[in-house]
Protein backbone atom coordinates (compact mmCIF):
# COMPACT_ATOMS: atom_id res chain seq x y z
CA UNK A 1 0.00 0.00 0.00
CA UNK A 2 1.13 3.56 -0.61
CA UNK A 3 2.32 6.13 2.11
CA UNK A 4 -0.03 7.61 4.31
CA UNK A 5 -1.48 11.20 2.53
CA UNK A 6 -0.03 13.98 5.17
CA UNK A 7 -3.65 16.02 5.19
CA UNK A 8 -3.28 19.62 7.51
CA UNK A 9 -7.30 20.32 8.18
CA UNK A 10 -7.89 23.45 9.20
CA UNK A 11 -11.56 23.99 10.41
CA UNK A 12 -11.60 27.66 11.03
CA UNK A 13 -15.05 29.67 12.18
CA UNK A 14 -18.01 29.91 12.14
CA UNK A 15 -20.21 26.68 10.10
CA UNK A 16 -16.37 26.01 9.06
CA UNK A 17 -15.97 23.53 11.90
CA UNK A 18 -19.28 22.09 11.40
CA UNK A 19 -18.69 21.12 7.50
CA UNK A 20 -15.59 20.03 8.32
CA UNK A 21 -16.52 17.28 10.81
CA UNK A 22 -18.46 15.66 7.99
CA UNK A 23 -14.97 15.63 5.98
CA UNK A 24 -13.60 13.76 8.92
CA UNK A 25 -16.18 11.44 8.57
CA UNK A 26 -14.92 10.97 4.87
CA UNK A 27 -11.67 10.45 5.54
CA UNK A 28 -12.42 8.27 7.81
CA UNK A 29 -14.41 6.13 5.64
CA UNK A 30 -11.54 5.82 3.22
CA UNK A 31 -9.17 5.05 5.53
CA UNK A 32 -11.39 2.05 6.70
CA UNK A 33 -11.46 1.38 2.45
CA UNK A 34 -7.89 1.08 2.98
CA UNK A 35 -7.13 2.36 -0.97
CA UNK A 36 -5.53 5.55 -0.02
CA UNK A 37 -5.00 6.37 3.86
CA UNK A 38 -4.13 9.74 5.33
CA UNK A 39 -2.09 11.24 7.97
CA UNK A 40 -4.81 13.85 9.19
CA UNK A 41 -3.39 16.82 11.44
CA UNK A 42 -5.77 19.57 12.77
CA UNK A 43 -5.26 23.17 13.61
CA UNK A 44 -5.93 26.52 14.19
CA UNK A 45 -7.02 29.04 11.86
CA UNK A 46 -8.77 32.25 11.66
CA UNK A 47 -10.44 33.90 14.48
CA UNK A 48 -10.38 30.21 15.86
CA UNK A 49 -6.42 31.34 15.68
CA UNK A 50 -6.38 34.74 16.70
CA UNK A 51 -8.35 33.25 20.30
CA UNK A 52 -6.44 30.09 20.57
CA UNK A 53 -2.55 31.07 19.20
CA UNK A 54 -3.03 35.11 19.38
CA UNK A 55 -2.18 35.44 15.38
CA UNK A 56 -4.63 34.24 12.27
CA UNK A 57 -2.14 31.75 11.34
CA UNK A 58 0.90 30.61 13.53
CA UNK A 59 4.19 29.99 12.15
CA UNK A 60 3.98 26.38 13.20
CA UNK A 61 0.16 26.08 11.11
CA UNK A 62 2.26 27.35 8.16
CA UNK A 63 4.81 25.11 8.27
CA UNK A 64 2.39 22.20 8.65
CA UNK A 65 0.68 23.38 5.74
CA UNK A 66 4.03 23.63 3.15
CA UNK A 67 4.85 19.85 4.87
CA UNK A 68 1.69 18.74 3.60
CA UNK A 69 -0.34 16.81 0.27
CA UNK A 70 -2.91 18.91 0.85
CA UNK A 71 -4.33 21.77 2.95
CA UNK A 72 -8.23 21.44 3.83
CA UNK A 73 -9.93 24.96 5.14
CA UNK A 74 -13.10 25.80 6.00
CA UNK A 75 -13.93 28.92 6.14
CA UNK A 76 -12.48 32.49 8.43
CA UNK A 77 -14.48 35.51 10.12
CA UNK A 78 -17.27 36.42 11.68
CA UNK A 79 -18.52 39.28 13.70
CA UNK A 80 -16.42 38.44 16.83
CA UNK A 81 -13.23 39.58 14.82
CA UNK A 82 -14.58 42.67 12.93
CA UNK A 83 -13.13 45.21 14.62
CA UNK A 84 -9.83 44.62 14.75
CA UNK A 85 -7.16 46.28 12.26
CA UNK A 86 -7.22 45.29 8.84
CA UNK A 87 -3.72 43.43 9.33
CA UNK A 88 -4.70 41.31 12.25
CA UNK A 89 -8.05 40.12 11.23
CA UNK A 90 -9.14 36.22 10.56
CA UNK A 91 -8.98 36.97 6.79
CA UNK A 92 -5.08 37.64 6.71
CA UNK A 93 -4.89 33.82 7.97
CA UNK A 94 -6.06 32.68 4.34
CA UNK A 95 -3.69 35.02 2.74
CA UNK A 96 -0.84 34.16 4.44
CA UNK A 97 -1.65 30.29 3.37
CA UNK A 98 -2.24 31.36 -0.45
CA UNK A 99 0.77 34.03 -0.49
CA UNK A 100 3.19 31.75 1.43
CA UNK A 101 2.28 28.21 -0.74
CA UNK A 102 2.21 30.52 -3.69
CA UNK A 103 -1.49 29.33 -4.96
CA UNK A 104 -1.65 31.08 -8.04
CA UNK A 105 -4.43 28.79 -10.14
CA UNK A 106 -7.59 29.08 -8.33
CA UNK A 107 -9.71 26.47 -9.84
CA UNK A 108 -13.81 27.02 -9.34
CA UNK A 109 -16.51 24.23 -10.92
CA UNK A 110 -19.98 25.06 -11.43
CA UNK A 111 -22.03 22.35 -11.94
CA UNK A 112 -25.74 22.40 -12.03
CA UNK A 113 -26.84 19.08 -10.29
CA UNK A 114 -29.92 17.92 -12.25
CA UNK A 115 -31.92 17.47 -9.11
CA UNK A 116 -31.13 21.56 -8.18
CA UNK A 117 -31.60 22.55 -11.42
CA UNK A 118 -34.61 24.92 -9.70
CA UNK A 119 -32.28 26.34 -7.24
CA UNK A 120 -31.11 28.24 -10.14
CA UNK A 121 -32.47 31.75 -11.15
CA UNK A 122 -31.87 30.77 -14.98
CA UNK A 123 -34.57 28.27 -17.04
CA UNK A 124 -33.40 25.09 -16.62
CA UNK A 125 -32.82 24.03 -20.37
CA UNK A 126 -29.91 26.91 -20.06
CA UNK A 127 -28.23 25.13 -16.76
CA UNK A 128 -29.38 21.82 -16.95
CA UNK A 129 -26.22 19.41 -16.75
CA UNK A 130 -23.94 22.87 -16.87
CA UNK A 131 -20.15 21.60 -16.17
CA UNK A 132 -17.78 24.15 -16.19
CA UNK A 133 -14.30 25.06 -14.75
CA UNK A 134 -13.30 28.67 -13.95
CA UNK A 135 -9.28 28.67 -14.17
CA UNK A 136 -8.73 32.62 -11.83
CA UNK A 137 -5.00 33.38 -11.34
CA UNK A 138 -4.90 34.24 -7.66
CA UNK A 139 -1.93 35.86 -6.82
CA UNK A 140 -1.31 38.37 -9.34
CA UNK A 141 -2.60 41.47 -11.53
CA UNK A 142 -5.02 44.45 -9.90
CA UNK A 143 -5.33 42.99 -6.57
CA UNK A 144 -1.51 43.34 -5.69
CA UNK A 145 -0.10 45.41 -8.43
CA UNK A 146 2.21 48.48 -7.46
CA UNK A 147 1.89 51.16 -7.32
CA UNK A 148 -1.25 51.32 -4.90
CA UNK A 149 -2.70 53.81 -2.57
CA UNK A 150 -4.84 56.84 -1.66
CA UNK A 151 -3.28 60.52 -2.00
CA UNK A 152 -4.57 64.00 -1.43
CA UNK A 153 -3.70 66.00 -4.15
CA UNK A 154 -2.53 69.72 -3.65
CA UNK A 155 -6.42 71.16 -4.99
CA UNK A 156 -7.31 68.87 -1.50
CA UNK A 157 -9.27 66.30 -3.54
CA UNK A 158 -7.88 62.45 -3.20
CA UNK A 159 -6.62 59.99 -5.77
CA UNK A 160 -7.19 56.15 -5.72
CA UNK A 161 -4.71 53.84 -7.39
CA UNK A 162 -4.50 50.49 -8.26
CA UNK A 163 -2.02 49.01 -11.14
CA UNK A 164 -2.86 45.93 -13.20
CA UNK A 165 0.42 43.97 -13.81
CA UNK A 166 1.15 40.51 -15.31
CA UNK A 167 4.46 39.47 -16.62
CA UNK A 168 5.04 36.25 -19.17
CA UNK A 169 6.28 33.96 -16.10
CA UNK A 170 2.65 34.84 -14.21
CA UNK A 171 0.55 33.86 -17.26
CA UNK A 172 2.37 31.16 -18.86
CA UNK A 173 1.91 29.09 -15.19
CA UNK A 174 -1.57 29.84 -14.97
CA UNK A 175 -2.01 28.62 -18.60
CA UNK A 176 -0.52 25.90 -18.42
CA UNK A 177 -2.70 24.71 -15.84
CA UNK A 178 -5.85 25.54 -17.34
CA UNK A 179 -4.91 23.75 -20.86
CA UNK A 180 -3.93 20.81 -18.64
CA UNK A 181 -7.52 20.72 -17.10
CA UNK A 182 -8.84 21.33 -20.38
CA UNK A 183 -6.63 18.54 -21.91
CA UNK A 184 -8.55 15.96 -19.16
CA UNK A 185 -11.62 17.35 -19.92
CA UNK A 186 -13.42 18.33 -23.04
CA UNK A 187 -10.44 19.74 -24.95
CA UNK A 188 -11.38 23.47 -24.97
CA UNK A 189 -10.34 26.33 -23.40
CA UNK A 190 -11.66 29.73 -23.81
CA UNK A 191 -9.28 32.85 -22.29
CA UNK A 192 -10.68 35.52 -21.41
CA UNK A 193 -9.07 39.67 -20.84
CA UNK A 194 -9.63 43.08 -22.52
CA UNK A 195 -7.22 43.23 -25.39
CA UNK A 196 -9.15 45.82 -27.03
CA UNK A 197 -8.28 48.38 -24.20
CA UNK A 198 -5.53 46.92 -21.82
CA UNK A 199 -2.17 46.49 -22.44
CA UNK A 200 -2.13 43.32 -19.72
CA UNK A 201 -4.74 42.31 -21.87
CA UNK A 202 -2.93 41.84 -25.40
CA UNK A 203 -0.22 40.40 -23.33
CA UNK A 204 -2.34 38.27 -21.81
CA UNK A 205 -3.78 36.92 -25.47
CA UNK A 206 -0.10 36.99 -26.98
CA UNK A 207 1.14 34.90 -24.37
CA UNK A 208 -1.70 32.29 -24.10
CA UNK A 209 -1.44 31.94 -28.17
CA UNK A 210 2.80 31.41 -27.06
CA UNK A 211 2.07 28.39 -25.03
CA UNK A 212 -1.06 26.69 -26.98
CA UNK A 213 1.32 26.69 -29.97
CA UNK A 214 3.94 25.35 -27.73
CA UNK A 215 3.00 22.49 -25.95
CA UNK A 216 -0.86 22.25 -26.19
CA UNK A 217 -1.96 21.91 -29.68
CA UNK A 218 -4.55 19.43 -29.27
CA UNK A 219 -6.29 21.75 -27.03
CA UNK A 220 -8.84 24.33 -28.85
CA UNK A 221 -8.34 27.64 -27.63
CA UNK A 222 -10.54 30.46 -27.93
CA UNK A 223 -10.29 34.10 -27.09
CA UNK A 224 -13.33 36.59 -25.67
CA UNK A 225 -13.17 39.74 -24.21
CA UNK A 226 -14.03 39.47 -20.44
CA UNK A 227 -17.55 41.67 -20.25
CA UNK A 228 -18.64 39.49 -23.14
CA UNK A 229 -17.52 36.69 -21.19
CA UNK A 230 -19.76 37.88 -18.19
CA UNK A 231 -22.94 37.93 -20.61
CA UNK A 232 -22.31 34.68 -22.78
CA UNK A 233 -22.49 33.20 -19.16
CA UNK A 234 -25.90 34.03 -18.32
CA UNK A 235 -26.58 33.72 -22.29
CA UNK A 236 -25.24 30.30 -22.85
CA UNK A 237 -22.82 29.07 -19.92
CA UNK A 238 -23.35 25.40 -21.77
CA UNK A 239 -20.91 26.53 -24.44
CA UNK A 240 -17.80 26.84 -21.92
CA UNK A 241 -16.05 23.83 -20.54
CA UNK A 242 -12.30 25.68 -19.29
CA UNK A 243 -12.17 29.29 -18.91
CA UNK A 244 -8.80 30.55 -17.88
CA UNK A 245 -8.79 34.34 -17.11
CA UNK A 246 -6.93 36.93 -14.80
CA UNK A 247 -7.90 37.79 -10.88
CA UNK A 248 -10.22 40.63 -10.95
CA UNK A 249 -12.07 39.54 -13.76
CA UNK A 250 -11.88 35.43 -12.29
CA UNK A 251 -13.46 37.25 -9.15
CA UNK A 252 -16.32 38.26 -10.84
CA UNK A 253 -17.05 35.53 -13.38
CA UNK A 254 -16.33 32.85 -10.93
CA UNK A 255 -19.22 34.31 -8.94
CA UNK A 256 -21.75 34.99 -11.61
CA UNK A 257 -20.56 30.81 -12.61
CA UNK A 258 -21.15 29.70 -9.29
CA UNK A 259 -24.55 31.19 -8.92
CA UNK A 260 -25.95 29.40 -11.83
CA UNK A 261 -25.53 26.74 -9.86
CA UNK A 262 -27.64 27.86 -7.13
CA UNK A 263 -26.83 27.26 -3.64
CA UNK A 264 -23.19 29.08 -2.03
CA UNK A 265 -23.61 25.45 -0.25
CA UNK A 266 -22.68 23.75 -3.52
CA UNK A 267 -19.50 25.51 -4.25
CA UNK A 268 -15.99 23.44 -3.90
CA UNK A 269 -12.44 25.13 -4.88
CA UNK A 270 -9.14 24.20 -5.14
CA UNK A 271 -6.06 26.73 -4.97
CA UNK A 272 -2.86 25.31 -6.39
CA UNK A 273 0.88 26.28 -6.72
CA UNK A 274 3.71 24.82 -8.99
CA UNK A 275 4.84 20.78 -8.73
CA UNK A 276 7.71 20.03 -6.93
CA UNK A 277 10.50 17.80 -8.29
CA UNK A 278 7.98 14.97 -7.34
CA UNK A 279 4.67 16.43 -8.65
CA UNK A 280 3.46 17.28 -5.35
CA UNK A 281 1.79 20.66 -5.83
CA UNK A 282 0.87 22.79 -2.78
CA UNK A 283 -2.44 23.00 -2.85
CA UNK A 284 -5.49 24.48 -0.74
CA UNK A 285 -8.90 22.65 -0.60
CA UNK A 286 -12.18 25.01 0.31
CA UNK A 287 -15.96 25.71 0.11
CA UNK A 288 -16.87 29.06 -2.00
CA UNK A 289 -18.95 29.75 1.44
CA UNK A 290 -18.09 31.90 4.38
CA UNK A 291 -18.60 30.44 8.00
CA UNK A 292 -22.30 31.96 7.64
CA UNK A 293 -23.03 33.23 11.09
CA UNK A 294 -26.51 33.83 10.89
CA UNK A 295 -26.48 29.90 11.02
CA UNK A 296 -23.70 28.83 12.93
CA UNK A 297 -24.14 26.59 15.75
CA UNK A 298 -27.13 25.05 14.27
CA UNK A 299 -26.35 22.38 12.70
CA UNK A 300 -28.51 23.64 9.30
CA UNK A 301 -25.09 24.96 7.32
CA UNK A 302 -25.30 22.18 3.63
CA UNK A 303 -21.90 20.57 4.20
CA UNK A 304 -22.11 19.54 0.51
CA UNK A 305 -19.38 21.94 -0.74
CA UNK A 306 -16.65 20.97 1.61
CA UNK A 307 -16.98 17.31 0.78
CA UNK A 308 -17.02 18.32 -2.79
CA UNK A 309 -13.77 20.31 -2.17
CA UNK A 310 -12.34 17.53 -0.48
CA UNK A 311 -13.22 14.90 -3.65
CA UNK A 312 -11.40 18.05 -5.92
CA UNK A 313 -8.65 16.75 -3.43
CA UNK A 314 -8.33 13.30 -4.54
CA UNK A 315 -8.03 14.23 -7.81
CA UNK A 316 -5.73 17.27 -8.05
CA UNK A 317 -3.67 16.32 -5.46
CA UNK A 318 -3.55 12.26 -5.11
CA UNK A 319 -4.44 11.58 -9.02
CA UNK A 320 -7.60 9.57 -7.07
CA UNK A 321 -9.72 10.32 -10.12
CA UNK A 322 -12.10 7.31 -9.38
CA UNK A 323 -12.27 7.89 -5.95
CA UNK A 324 -13.12 11.61 -6.62
CA UNK A 325 -15.48 10.61 -9.21
CA UNK A 326 -17.14 8.01 -5.94
CA UNK A 327 -18.05 10.82 -3.77
CA UNK A 328 -19.08 13.40 -6.84
CA UNK A 329 -22.14 10.55 -7.81
CA UNK A 330 -22.64 9.89 -3.75
CA UNK A 331 -23.51 13.33 -3.78
CA UNK A 332 -25.70 13.67 -7.29
CA UNK A 333 -27.56 10.58 -5.63
CA UNK A 334 -28.28 11.68 -2.09
CA UNK A 335 -29.78 14.76 -4.05
CA UNK A 336 -31.54 13.10 -6.41
CA UNK A 337 -33.15 11.12 -3.38
CA UNK A 338 -34.28 13.95 -2.47
CA UNK A 339 -32.02 14.95 0.27
CA UNK A 340 -31.99 18.75 1.17
CA UNK A 341 -30.35 20.77 3.47
CA UNK A 342 -32.54 24.21 4.00
CA UNK A 343 -30.53 26.28 2.07
CA UNK A 344 -31.20 24.12 -1.41
CA UNK A 345 -34.52 22.97 -0.19
CA UNK A 346 -37.94 24.11 -2.10
CA UNK A 347 -39.76 26.42 0.59
CA UNK A 348 -42.18 24.58 3.02
CA UNK A 349 -40.12 21.09 1.89
CA UNK A 350 -38.52 18.52 4.40
CA UNK A 351 -34.87 19.25 5.33
CA UNK A 352 -31.86 17.62 7.47
CA UNK A 353 -29.30 18.84 9.49
CA UNK A 354 -25.59 18.99 8.53
CA UNK A 355 -24.96 15.75 9.76
CA UNK A 356 -27.76 14.26 8.53
CA UNK A 357 -26.55 15.09 5.07
CA UNK A 358 -23.37 14.34 5.77
CA UNK A 359 -24.61 10.51 7.08
CA UNK A 360 -26.47 10.45 4.03
CA UNK A 361 -23.09 11.18 1.25
CA UNK A 362 -21.68 8.00 3.31
CA UNK A 363 -24.57 5.54 2.92
CA UNK A 364 -24.38 6.19 -0.57
CA UNK A 365 -20.36 5.85 -0.69
CA UNK A 366 -20.99 2.49 0.98
CA UNK A 367 -23.63 1.09 -1.08
CA UNK A 368 -21.11 2.98 -4.43
CA UNK A 369 -18.38 0.70 -3.03
CA UNK A 370 -20.69 -2.50 -2.21
P1 LIG B 1 -21.38 33.54 3.78
O1 LIG B 1 -20.98 32.73 2.63
O2 LIG B 1 -20.82 33.14 5.10
O3 LIG B 1 -22.98 33.56 3.91
C1 LIG B 1 -23.85 34.10 2.92
C2 LIG B 1 -25.24 33.47 3.07
O4 LIG B 1 -25.20 32.13 2.57
C3 LIG B 1 -25.71 33.37 4.52
O5 LIG B 1 -27.10 33.58 4.58
C4 LIG B 1 -25.38 31.95 4.91
O6 LIG B 1 -26.24 31.42 5.91
C5 LIG B 1 -25.54 31.20 3.59
N1 LIG B 1 -24.63 30.06 3.52
C6 LIG B 1 -23.29 30.11 3.27
N2 LIG B 1 -22.77 28.89 3.30
C7 LIG B 1 -23.76 28.04 3.57
C8 LIG B 1 -23.84 26.62 3.75
N3 LIG B 1 -22.76 25.82 3.64
N4 LIG B 1 -25.04 26.09 4.03
C9 LIG B 1 -26.13 26.84 4.13
N5 LIG B 1 -26.14 28.18 3.96
C10 LIG B 1 -24.96 28.78 3.70
O7 LIG B 1 -20.97 35.07 3.45
P2 LIG B 1 -21.07 36.39 4.35
O8 LIG B 1 -22.31 36.36 5.18
O9 LIG B 1 -20.82 37.51 3.43
O10 LIG B 1 -19.80 36.32 5.33
C11 LIG B 1 -19.86 35.81 6.65
C12 LIG B 1 -18.43 35.73 7.21
O11 LIG B 1 -17.66 34.81 6.42
C13 LIG B 1 -17.68 37.07 7.15
O12 LIG B 1 -16.89 37.19 8.31
C14 LIG B 1 -16.81 36.93 5.92
O13 LIG B 1 -15.64 37.72 5.99
C15 LIG B 1 -16.47 35.45 5.95
N6 LIG B 1 -16.13 34.87 4.64
C16 LIG B 1 -15.07 34.01 4.64
C17 LIG B 1 -14.73 33.37 3.45
C18 LIG B 1 -13.58 32.40 3.48
O14 LIG B 1 -13.12 32.03 4.54
N7 LIG B 1 -13.09 31.95 2.34
C19 LIG B 1 -15.46 33.60 2.27
C20 LIG B 1 -16.54 34.49 2.32
C21 LIG B 1 -16.88 35.12 3.54
Known amino acids: MPANK ?8 GIGPEVMAEVRRMVDWFDRRQAVSFDVEEDLVGGAAIDGHGAPLAD ?127 GRLCSAE ?26 ELTHMYADNCAM ?10 VIVTDNMFGDMLSDEAGMLTGSLGMLPSASLGDPDETGRRQSLYEPVHGTAPDIAGQGKANPLAMMLSFAMMLRYSLDLDADADLVETAVKNVLDAGTRTADIAAPGAETVSTAAMGEAVLAELDKLAA
Open 60 to 186: ATMEKAMAADAVLLGAVGGPKWDDLPFDQKPERGLLRLRKEMDLYANLRPAICFDALVEASTLKPEVVSGLDIMIVRELTGGLYFGEPRGIEELPDGTRRGVNTQVYTTPEIERVARVAFELARKRS
Open 194 to 219: KANVMETGVLWRQEVTRVHAAEFTDV
Open 232 to 241: QLVRNPKQFD
Open 6 to 13: KLLILPGD
